[in-house]
């Protein structure tokens, strides 16, 4: 369990860093140059992950909760409409104009439709600790940005273009579950 924690904590602080502390990430960025830390946090955050991979991978679960049954079309939904704000964090959107943060709150749907399957204490550090770290991140980004400005409205076909890639990636990550992590999404 100690390298998936290991691994969240270097992902969390690597994130909340330039969040938290603007200063201090551009007094990096100005000793090293923008590229050179790019690169640095770049390779922090793949190490990051190998540790979280390798971590649930050697972690041994211990049951913490028993999840509710029957929530196979809750949890389905809370992850599609994760995958909305995912793509609509890298497009531009209507949603946008209703969600400040939609990577972060795709970051959340993801972690609490997964914490409603998984009561395990390895799931628990994953996704939770994915979950509040999302909710800080919200919380720092919106202190270091200030008052919101909303962006301009796009055409409709911009967003039924982001529901459709959202349902490609949903439809896709759907099937290939099992393979790619060993257990049936419901």
């Known amino acids: 369990m100690s390298l998936l924690i290991a691994g969240l904590l270097i992902f969390t602080i690597a994130h909340l860093l330039p969040a938290a502390s603007p200063a201090t990430r551009a007094q990096f960025a100005a000793k090293l140059g923008e590229n050179a830390y790019r690169g640095i946090f770049s390779v922090v955050i793949v190490v990051s992950l190998v540790l979280i991979v390798f971590g649930w991978k050697a972690a041994a679960p211990a049951i913490l ?78 202190k270091r940005d200030g008052e919101w400005k909303k962006p301009d409205v796009v ?32």
């Open 65 to 142: 909760y028993v999840p509710p049954a029957g929530g196979g079309p809750v949890i389905s939904a809370l992850v599609f409409f994760a995958f909305v704000m995912f793509v609509t964090s890298k497009a531009r959107t209507n949603y946008r104009r209703l969600v400040r943060h939609p990577q972060m709150i795709a970051v959340i749907l993801w972690a609490v439709a997964h914490l409603l399957v998984n009561g395990d204490s390895r799931s628990v550090f994953l996704f939770g600790g994915l979950g509040v770290w999302a909710v800080f991140e919200i919380v720092l980004c919106n």
């Open 155 to 186: 055409p409709f076909s911009a967003d039924l273009i982001v529901v459709a890639i959202a349902a490609a990636a949903f439809a896709a990550l759907f099937f290939l579950h099992k393979a790619l992590f060993g257990v049936l999404p419901y």
